[in-house]
C-alpha cells in the first residue's frame, strides 16, 4: 500500500512558492515577471488499512519557476513548473510538474486599491515512485486548474498577494482505481522590494483534497523587466 500512497506526493508538488500561484495579479503591459523558490513542507495522506493510524505523513522539499508577460493591461500568459521530492527512502518519489495559463484582471491596481485577477491553464505531471523491493513505477498525467489572485498593498515597496485555486489530475493516475484527483490549494505570499527590480517572496501554501492535505513554506525572488 505505501507505493500507492507515495503517489499522493504528486499534486501537492506543485504547491512550491513560484510555483502554485501566478507570479503577479497585477501584471503590467509589455512587462516580464521572472521568479524562482524553494519551499519545504508536510504532506498528511490516508494510511493503509494495516496501519495503527488513519494517516500517515511525510516531509516534502519543492522547487519552482515561473515566467509572466503582461500581454494588455487586462490580459497576460505565465507558464510554472515545479520539482519535487518526497524526503522518505521508501518509497522514493520525485515529481515534475509544469503548466500553462492564461490571466484576465478584473480589477487593475490603481494606488492602494486591490488589483484581482482570475486565470486557468493546462499542464502536465510525472511523477516516479521507487519502492524498496517492487518495480518503480512511472507515469504522467495531464492537469487542468483554475483559480483566483488578488494584490493588496501599495505594490512599488510591498504587496500582499493571496490565491485560491482548484487543480484536477486527468488519467488513471495517482490512483489507478480512480479517473482523475482533485485538489484544492489556497494561500498567500509577500512581495518585498529589494531594489528596483528585485522583490523577496516568503509564502505559505494550504493544499487539501480527495486523499491528501499539505502544508509548504517558501521563499523566492521575483525579477521585473
Known amino acids: 500500500m505505501k507505493p500507492v500512497l507515495g503517489a499522493l506526493l504528486l499534486v501537492p508538488i506543485m504547491s512550491a512558492v513560484a510555483v502554485a500561484q501566478e507570479p503577479t495579479a497585477d501584471a503590467k503591459e509589455g512587462r516580464f515577471y521572472l521568479e524562482g523558490g524553494l519551499g519545504f513542507g508536510v504532506l498528511t495522506m490516508a494510511g493503509p488499512s494495516t496501519a495503527p493510524k488513519g494517516f500517515d505523513s511525510i516531509a516534502e522539499f519543492t522547487a519552482g519557476f515561473a515566467a509572466q508577460y503582461g500581454i494588455t493591461e487586462r490580459f497576460s500568459a505565465f507558464t510554472k513548473l515545479g520539482i519535487g521530492v518526497g524526503l522518505d527512502n521508501d518509497p522514493g518519489v520525485v ?5 500553462f495559463d492564461g490571466a484576465y484582471k478584473f480589477l487593475e491596481k490603481k494606488g492602494d486599491a486591490a488589483a ?6 493546462l499542464g502536465f505531471l510525472n511523477i516516479d515512485v521507487d519502492p524498496k523491493g517492487v518495480p518503480s513505477d512511472d507515469a504522467t498525467d495531464f492537469v487542468f486548474e483554475m483559480g483566483i489572485q488578488g494584490d ?6 510591498w504587496s500582499i498577494q493571496p490565491f485560491f485555486q482548484m487543480q484536477l489530475v486527468m488519467g488513471s493516475r495517482p490512483f489507478k482505481g480512480y479517473n482523475g484527483v482533485l485538489q484544492i490549494a489556497g494561500g498567500v505570499k509577500l512581495l518585498y522590494k529589494l531594489t528596483d527590480n528585485l522583490f523577496l517572496e516568503p509564502g505559505v501554501t494550504f493544499t487539501g483534497g480527495n486523499f491528501s492535505d499539505s502544508v509548504v513554506f517558501g521563499i523566492g525572488v521575483q525579477l521585473r523587466l
Do not use: E, I, K
Not at 116 to 121: Q, R
Open 152 to 157: 493588496f498593498g501599495p505594490g512599488d515597496t
Open 116 to 121: 484581482l485577477s482570475a486565470y486557468a491553464g
Open 95 to 99: 515529481g515534475f510538474g509544469m503548466t
